[in-house]
């Protein structure tokens, strides 16, 4: 049996519509993937529920705020006391490391407010092959959301906010201690920083009216994906694997905290051997351009799977597939962040064009191509036989 790419794409359109945790658009999704799941063979998909929130991105919203405000103190604490300045340091390097925490981690905090807990779920699968020897975990997440700002633009504020900030901080803590220790001050220098932390705190404040709403259809993030691993779970019910044990896994809360993989990782790890497991992430796929494959993250830099990378770089070649290796250092987050902090290898496929009508109204089918369903389908079969060679 081949894969069957019109499936994947009708699947896709079925899930095209505004489904943010907690609307009425959640309950019609979760109701369409488990249904393509029954349709695929598997009769009694696993829905583990849990709870999320809005936490995260709340804090996010707010927190450029205080880093910002932080900022300009630092700057006019410079024309007090140095010893100030560098108080204000250490404090601004708690706050920012606890940003860097957030942005990589899927820890679900809740409200004490139930009202504004909402309660959603992971549907899975799982198909055991003749003789086990590695497992494949296909995953894509079926929630959406909207935000003001595209995907692109809240990447570029992050980057220049943090890493100007970073600049900045460096270069008042180096210009205290030379005062402290030499008495030596240079006033205009004083004022041109002082003017940079106003530009770069209205920057970071721009963040604050990135509000998360229910605008998006979510076409191409991340309706695609899921019906790419729909389909993906279809074919290999079909074709079972002589070596490989597949998981078919479709997260909730991805938009709001990556919720469903943290808590998918955190209760089944020991149920996976980390020598032998893999994870594959598809995020933002459909696309013909250009492959995209996040083989690092973060600030410091985290790389996901080297062995990963090197099958799909393979594939990708053999396949005549173009592919671009990606570093996600800050202002985007994707499911396969939380596999990785387990210790777990994973890699993040995506595509091009895109991002920057993510999270927009204008993520709709126009994004998602039959050939960029293809693309990925293909790719992802084609890894699974290269490991089942090295298996065999």
Same mark, same amino acid.
């Given at each position: ?147 003001? %700002? ?6 570029? =504020?992050? *980057?220049? @906010?943090?890493? /100007?900030?970073? +600049? $900045?901080?460096? #270069? ?99 149920? %996976? ?6 994870? =594959?992430? *598809?995020? @933002?796929?459909? /696309?013909?351009? +250009? $492959?995209?494959? #996040? ?98």
């Amino acid at each position: 049996m081949s894969i069957e790419v019109d499936n994947a794409y009708k699947i896709t359109e079925r899930l095209a519509f505004p489904r943010l945790v907690g609307s009425e658009g959640e309950s019609k999704a979760l109701a369409i993937v488990i249904d393509e799941f029954q349709k695929a063979g598997y009769i009694s998909p696993k829905q583990d529920k849990f709870k999320t929130c809005f936490y995260n991105w709340n804090f996010t919203r707010y927190i450029f705020l205080v880093l910002g405000s932080i900022l300009i103190l630092m700057a006019l604490s410079f024309y007090i006391n140095p010893l100030i300045t560098i108080g204000i340091f250490i404090v601004g390097l708690v706050i920012g490391y606890r940003i860097l925490v957030i942005s990589t981690s899927a820890r679900i905090k809740l409200s004490k407010h139930e009202e504004y807990n909402y309660e959603t779920q992971n549907v899975f699968t799982e198909l055991k092959s003749k003789n086990s020897k590695a497992s494949i975990i296909f995953m894509a997440h079926w929630d959406s959301k909207s935000q003001t %700002f595209p995907t692109s633009t809240r990447i570029l =504020i992050f *980057l220049v @906010f943090l890493l /100007g900030s970073l +600049l $900045i901080f460096i #270069t008042y803590l180096i210009l205290a201690i030379v005062y402290l220790t030499f008495r030596w001050n240079l006033p205009i220098l004083n004022n041109i920083l002082l003017d940079f932390c106003l530009i770069l705190a209205t920057i970071g404040g721009l963040n604050y009216f990135n509000k998360t709403g229910n605008k998006s259809p979510g076409a191409f993030d991340n309706a695609a994906a899921v019906g790419v691993i729909l389909e993906l779970a279809r074919y290999y019910k079909l074709n079972p694997s002589e070596y490989i044990d597949f998981t078919f896994l479709s997260t909730g809360s991805e938009e709001l905290n990556l919720g469903g993989a943290g808590v998918f990782i955190e209760k089944y790890k020991n149920n %996976f051997d980390k020598n032998s497991t893999f994870f =594959i992430n *598809l995020d @933002f796929v459909g /696309g013909v351009e +250009l $492959i995209r494959l #996040t083989s690092s993250y973060g600030i410091p830099r985290k790389t996901s799977s080297p062995k990963l990378i090197k099958l799909i770089l393979e594939s990708a070649e053999e396949l005549g597939i173009k592919i671009k290796e990606i570093y996600a250092p800050t202002g985007i987050w994707s499911d396969l962040m939380p596999v990785v902090q387990e210790g777990f290898e994973a890699c993040w496929i995506g595509s091009e064009p895109g991002l920057k009508y993510v999270h927009t109204a204008k993520d709709t089918m126009d994004l998602v191509s039959i050939q960029g369903i293809k693309m990925i389908l293909d790719l992802c079969v084609d890894i699974v036989k290269k490991l089942e060679k090295e298996l065999n």
